[in-house]
Nanobody, 121 residues
């Protein structure tokens, strides 16, 4: 059973950068897409980014600012966040997908506990 642990969240100023990490254990994830989702207070969880063997896909709201990457050997997934905005404030979750290039959280089987990202001046 795969377990995911996110880390790297914190309080940052608008325009700042932050990198989130997701450590997977209990199994390999190299055969699956990995994704990042986020959930702001009072809002539903939304898709942020996903990565497969050969490609990445981003939500329009973060495209050009966020970069998802992975280290297959170490079972690590990263989310580099640049030019952060107040609207990026949310709990960020790492997840394992059972379908390629999916933006639907229903297609993700395993989830981490989340890490809080707060963008405020």
């Amino acid at each position: 059973q795969v377990q995911l642990v996110e880390s790297g969240g914190g309080l940052v100023q608008p325009g700042s950068s932050l990198t989130l990490s997701c450590a997977a254990s209990g199994g390999t994830i190299r055969n699956s897409d990995m994704g990042w989702f986020r959930q702001a207070p009072g809002k539903e969880r939304e898709f942020v980014a996903t990565i497969s063997w050969m490609s990445t896909h981003y939500a329009d709201s973060v495209k050009g600012r966020f970069t998802i990457s992975r280290d297959y050997a170490k079972n690590l997934v990263y989310l580099q966040m640049n030019s952060l905005k107040a609207e990026d404030t949310a709990v960020y979750y790492c997840a394992v997908a059972r379908r390629h290039r999916s933006t639907d959280q229903a297609d993700y089987d395993y989830w981490g506990q989340g890490t809080q990202v707060t963008v405020s001046s």
